[in-house]
């Protein structure tokens, strides 16, 4: 028994494996492959077709394919590059077979009169079409020798690593396909998914590893066969599941509940200047309610540049303050977290409301104060970055924090401020925020740990911003447009992409921008910010704009998100057409943000490119963030958008959240179906798409 048990576990392992030793599991381990069934959920990233003979004399260079022939001429040459040439002939044309790295082995078989079959890249070269390094293998010579069989399935290429070949790639997978798929358990009954089309688990599987050669691959290449559609399906289904679970996690802990004080919120709206929305106000009773209840809420607030989100976000602070408690405001950047210091500050301060703020760049001396000031508890409201929650810092008692730009967070950066601010077995309360506007069906997916509130309305007053799109030589034009504006009070920005400039990039660079705009309005004050700056130097020539002692800023795109300077009626974007959309949208965010109208003019080198002029034409037609988030999420994948592939957020191996979008509503229906009925295979399908279950539950 005991020995049937160790085979079992062995087996599982990689150590079952033909070939698999400690420096090839060490490989493996780098794409994510521990144990023999991880392999079956290494999909090809795309296929070959070695499946039929192409005659030598109808390649086309850049097109890959099967040849067979015989060897007429192999030797050694010495030109630029030592190599192994052989020409190869079919009788319909000749081939050249070049190789730069090869043994004694391959130079004595591959001589006159051998018979060969191959597959590469067909190229042109000096001497006709060529082949560089093809994999090849030989077969006994004589016209009457048959070929050697040919592929029966499409030929899958995997994602590998360095030191890891595709042969051997394949051949520890089609061992795994032998031994695991047999036994391999399909988490999701197939009652659930009648009617739906889709093949079993193990179908699908075996398809995508060994799709028929008469499989359609433009089908395969957009993600749209069954079987793909088969595991997007389970995989969105997984992370949607954990995140439920996540949720679920925190509907059961404890949190203070937190009433607010009536008086206390009345003193800050009416020392604003100005009235909430109805948006606005419709939210902050959303999060009301949720701060009464006795556990942690959990709620996402989406709404456009400029709709006053951290209005909502300071209100909702006091209810915290007011009972005695901490709250903790984390953004992504220095620039951003410096702007909420001012704008809590200059609010809080006539109500006796302390606000610290803690960044990286602070001297060791301030950070120590920092610290003892937030482990004291004197320090009411503490903005920063992500030193919020790093080692070392403690809090009185949080029992709110609030996240900013949520989407360029991971989950467990989110967590690990919440287990920071975590006392006994009371946990403080999410608010998380972001103004890159997510389409519903997205939003269901990537943060269905959250509940959802939005803010569409913009404030009165604020009037829309014209976007127009010009060419680069056209920029003496604007130059001239920013003399009037200025000279009649209004401020503009100019952003650029680069801080210096690059030989690499055919991009504007904000220093050689400033220095050029000096020279062409000497009559103005040009500054300039850009990320190297210390945050002081920044700091003072933000407010050095905001009063109006300089007209101008020469920007690099840190400005993206958090400055609020309503005078500023002009932004110029450099090379707008090397800029997604939702980024630009967030940098025209930075005007109309006062009564006066106001535009932003986007300059691209021309000519452009179809993407590049698809974008350029959304913004020109529209000021809806929700538009051109869309949009936005249509040309270039969540992944960008969202910054997931910086932050670890939702990784996706198979699912494309925007292709496959389509199959959100059966990821909702069936997570809830999971939930009540079979936890088991809730267990197994985030246990085999998500990994260890911990990865958002746990820091």
């Known amino acids: 028994m005991a020995k049937s048990v160790a085979k079992a576990a062995r087996d599982a392992g990689l150590q079952g494996l033909r070939g698999v030793g400690p420096a090839l599991a060490e490989r493996l381990a780098r794409l994510g492959v521990n144990q023999a069934a991880d392999l079956l ?21 850049g097109h890959r394919a099967v040849v067979s022939g015989e060897v007429e001429i192999a030797e050694v040459v010495y030109r630029r590059r030592r190599s192994l040439l052989c020409r190869v002939s079919d009788g319909t044309g000749l081939l050249t077979l070049r190789f730069f790295y090869f043994s004694k082995s391959q130079q004595s078989g591959l001589v006159r009169g051998a018979r060969i079959l191959c597959y590469g890249e067909a190229r042109s070269g000096a001497g006709g079409l060529e082949m560089v390094h093809p994999e090849y293998r030989l077969f006994a010579a004589g016209p009457a020798a048959a070929v050697p069989e040919l592929e029966q399935t499409l030929t899958p ?9 595709q042969f051997r790639l394949r051949s520890l997978v089609n061992q795994a396909i ?22 079993t688990l193990r179908d699908a599987l075996l398809y995508l590893h060994r799709p028929p050669a008469d499989a359609e691959l433009e089908q395969l290449a957009a993600g749209r066969h069954p079987g793909q559609r088969r595991l997007a399906l389970e995989e969105m289904l997984a992370h949607h599941l954990s995140l439920r679970r996540l949720r679920e996690r925190g509907r059961a802990e404890r949190a203070p509940a937190l009433a607010g004080d009536a008086d206390l919120r009345q003193r800050f709206l009416a020392g604003l200047g100005f009235g909430l929305t109805g948006d606005q106000r419709t939210v902050l009773a959303e999060i009301d309610v949720d701060l009464r209840e006795p556990h942690p809420m959990m709620r996402l607030v989406q709404g456009d540049v400029g709709c006053g989100k951290t209005v909502v ?20 950047t220095e620039l951003l977290s410096e702007q909420h210091r001012r704008s809590f500050t200059r609010w809080f301060e006539p109500l006796g409301i302390d606000v610290c703020w803690l960044s990286g760049s602070l001297a060791r001396g301030e950070r120590l104060r920092a610290y003892e000031d937030i482990g004291s508890g004197r320090a009411k409201v503490v903005i920063g970055t992500h030193a919020l929650f790093q080692e070392g810092l403690e809090y009185r008692s949080l029992a709110l924090m609030i996240v900013d730009e949520q989407h360029r967070f991971g989950v467990h950066q989110r967590l690990a401020l919440m287990q920071k601010g975590s006392v006994g077995d009371l946990r403080p309360h999410q608010l998380v925020m972001t103004a890159t506007p997510i389409p519903r069906t997205l939003a269901m997916t990537l943060y269905a740990d959250l509940d959802t509130s939005i803010i569409r309305e913009l404030p ?8 127009v799109a010009l060419p680069a030589r056209r920029r003496p034009e604007v130059v001239a447009r920013v003399r009037e504006a200025a000279l009649g009070g209004q401020r503009a920005y100019w952003v650029c992409p680069l801080v ?5 990039l055919e991009a504007q660079a904000a220093e050689s921008t400033r220095r050029a705009l000096c020279e062409a309005l000497p009559e103005l004050a040009v500054g300039l910010v850009h990320g ?11 407010r050095d704009f905001a009063a109006g002692k300089v007209q101008l800023l020469v920007a ?12 500023a009626t002009l932004m110029i974007v450099e090379n707008a057409e090397r800029m997604g959309l939702s980024q630009l949208h967030q940098l025209r965010g930075r005007v109309g943000r006062g009564a006066a109208a106001s535009s932003c003019v986007l300059l691209y080198q021309p000519p452009l490119a179809g993407f590049a002029r698809e974008r350029l034409e959304v913004l020109r037609d529209t000021n809806d963030g929700f538009v051109v988030a869309q949009k936005d999420l249509e040309l270039r994948g969540p992944g960008e958008v969202l910054g997931t592939r910086q932050t670890g957020l939702m990784q996706l191996r198979v699912a494309d959240l925007i292709r496959d979008a389509a199959l959100a509503p059966l990821v909702q229906q069936l997570g809830r179906e999971l939930i009540a009925n079979s936890p088991a295979s809730v267990e197994a399908l985030v246990a085999r798409w998500v990994g260890d279950a911990g990865r958002y539950a746990t820091v």
């Open 178 to 199: 032998d031994r695991c798929l047999p036994t391999l358990a399909d988490a999701l009954p197939e009652s659930l998914l009648g009617g739906q089309g889709l093949p």
């Open 41 to 61: 959920f290494l999909l090809p990233q795309r296929y070959e077709d070695r499946t039929r003979i192409t005659p030598i004399g109808s390649l086309v260079p």
């Open 313 to 332: 976000a300071a209100a909702a602070a006091l209810s915290a303050v007011a009972a005695g408690h901490q709250v903790a405001v984390m953004a992504p």
């Open 500 to 504: 210096e400039d690059s030989d690499l």
């Open 157 to 165: 290429v995997y994602p590998t690593t360095e030191g890891l070949q």
């Open 460 to 467: 009165p007053g604020r009037t829309p911003v014209q976007t």
């Open 532 to 542: 190297r700056m210390k945050s002081e130097e920044k700091d003072a020539v933000m």
């Open 556 to 567: 690099t795109t840190v400005i993206e998100v958090g400055v609020d300077v309503p005078e």
